[in-house]
């Protein structure tokens, strides 16, 4: 039970007032009708004698019965749609309270997570289950709570009559529970060991889809292959899933058997009680709907109750994302980063990435100094980039030490350090947002749109920028309405302006030119003379 208190705290930290609202709404809907049950015997008692009744003091008429009946349908009502509406705005809210958990732990999460297959299990996992999961154990936990109070009234009705009735109408839902439990025992180990056959269907729609991917699976007629293996791991997934629930189907069958023979051997004793004269139609008639009734409760407490246990497991997969932890970290008392740099050294360097069985770098030395450009030159492989990673601190050294100023990078405050590094990665990020916006990510915090103006220039980009129909509003990529695509060289320059942007000590350019023509090359190699009278540390990443 401990998942479930988890998330229904989840809920009511999304949404407090909407949360206590959903059970007072819920205790309401499910008393309402108990009373009208009640008012049904009188209704139909006056109806069949012509004679009234007296309920708590009040001549009950044929009218008058009908009359608060109705008005308590009506109020019934009300309140459900009300619920409703609540139970829509708290859906809503969970939802973004959950993406926004969700988004934040994968940003604080280390690179090295990213790397690891299980962390991606784990993420799919979490965000299949992250959108609905939650609401569904608020509604497994209101509807138990209701059929509940549905069913203490229904039990005080029968214990009149007979006690063995309650007997009866308990044990026919039991087989249904324990077939239930098994299900949801059984489909959740089937999802959870197919995690990475899910995770691949998703992986191959993005390939058919994807527009990153549509040139090479055009070019190369790749759509076939991958929509073959589509489609064998979805039969297979299929073809087992069908299995588990025919399985199972047989023995909800046979619960159904049970709980209508309960229904036949019940309604047979009330009908016998009521032509011996035993009851009044009416109370055959309430007696009857109540068994009827507290056989539905029963089942809904059954759905209920499994629907938590289903849930409880697959919350599960959320709450373990939640609690992953990263393993970069701020040192207890971080030093301020220095506004400018004077050395940037990797001392004898060794590091491998996770699970891997071999060392990118080893024992790798490098000082770069302001006012100079250093270049690291080397074959693919050779662990450049990964140079760039560590000096970042997206991940950390095995061995040696990344120093900044004669400073261990671990030393710093770890936003103030990827701050002052200015970094375009060979791999750069295309945003599909404004112009100015992909140029202004650099220092997001510090919005200046001359500044945006003045990087552009510097990167060579400003003449084709100015030229796109709303200059620099305009939205870039093809994802969304009104945006223009760019040339590799194109967006290129505008990776290179934002890393300019930033306006960092330390400058490190990864294969900044790859894309480039002629001009632009030789007006790179300009800024970057530029850049070296500013006296900033500049490393510049090339393949041989």
């Not at 619960?255 to 209508?260: D, G, I, N, S, Y």
């Not at 029963?298 to 609690?323: A, Q």
């Not at 990167?459 to 990529?477: F, H, N, S, W």
Request: charged letters at 20%.
């Amino acid at each position: 039970m401990k998942q479930i208190f988890k998330a229904l705290n989840m809920i009511r930290l999304c949404d407090s007032r909407a949360f206590w609202l959903r059970i007072v709404y819920v205790v309401i809907t499910n008393v309402l009708p108990l009373i009208n049950l009640y008012i049904l015997k009188f209704l139909v008692d006056s109806v069949n004698t012509g004679q009234p009744s007296v309920f708590m003091g009040i001549e009950m008429t044929t009218y008058r019965s009908l009359a608060i009946f109705c008005i308590i349908f009506l109020l019934n009502r009300i309140v459900a749609v009300l619920n409703s509406v609540n139970n829509d705005i708290m859906s809503q809210r969970l939802v973004d309270y959950i993406s926004e958990r969700m988004q934040g732990q994968s940003a604080k999460l280390d690179m090295a997570y990213f790397d690891n297959p299980d962390y991606h299990d784990t993420y799919h996992r979490a965000q299949q289950e992250a959108s609905y999961r939650p609401i569904q154990i608020l509604n497994g936990f209101m509807g138990m709570l209701g059929s509940l109070i549905s069913i203490a009234g229904i039990v005080v009705m029968l214990t009149a009559v007979s006690w063995w009735i309650i007997v009866v109408m308990v044990a026919a839902v039991v087989p249904s529970f324990i077939v239930r439990i098994i299900k949801a025992r059984q489909i959740y180990a089937f999802r959870r060991g197919n995690t990475q056959n899910y995770r691949r269907t998703n992986y191959y729609t993005a390939l058919l889809g994807g527009r990153d991917y549509a040139k090479e699976m055009r070019t190369f007629g790749l759509a076939p292959y991958f929509r073959e293996r589509f489609v064998k791991i979805r039969s297979v997934l299929v073809k087992d899933l069908i299995r588990i629930s025919q399985r199972l189907g047989v023995y909800d069958s046979v619960c159904a058997v049970v709980e209508t023979a309960a229904l036949f051997l019940v309604t047979t004793f009330l009908i016998v009680s009521a032509t011996q004269g035993a009851i009044t139609t009416g109370s055959f008639v309430v007696l009857f709907e109540a068994f009827r009734r507290g056989q539905s409760s029963l089942s809904s407490l059954v759905n209920s109750i499994t629907g938590l246990y289903d849930n409880r497991l697959f919350i599960g997969n959320l709450f373990e994302f939640l609690d992953l932890q990263p393993s970069i970290v701020n040192a207890p008392d971080p030093k301020p980063f220095p506004k400018q740099v004077s050395t940037v050294e990797f001392r004898d360097i060794s590091f491998r990435y996770p699970k891997m069985e071999r060392d990118v770098l080893s024992h790798f030395s490098l000082t770069a100094r302001a006012g100079e450009v250093t270049q690291i030159e080397g074959e693919n492989g050779f662990g450049k980039t990964t140079l760039l990673k560590l000096l970042l601190r997206l991940y950390d050294t095995d061995k040696g030490a990344v120093l900044i100023d004669g400073v261990d990078v671990r030393q710093y405050d770890l936003k103030e350090l990827r701050r002052g590094i200015g970094a375009i990665f060979q791999d750069y990020v295309r945003f599909y947002c404004t112009a100015e916006e992909n140029i202004a990510f650099g220092d997001i915090s510090h919005y200046d749109s001359e500044r945006v103006k003045t990087v552009a220039r510097m990167a060579g980009v400003d003449k084709y920028i100015e030229r796109l129909p709303k200059g620099y509003q305009t939205p870039l990529g093809r994802m969304f309405d009104g945006g223009e695509e760019l040339s590799m060289g194109q967006w290129q320059r505008i990776a290179l302006a934002r890393q300019l942007y930033s306006d960092a000590p330390v400058l490190i350019f990864d294969e900044p030119t790859a894309w480039m023509d002629v001009p632009s090359r030789d007006r790179f190699y300009q800024t970057l003379e530029q850049l070296k009278q500013a006296k900033k540390v500049i490393i510049l990443i090339k393949h041989v």
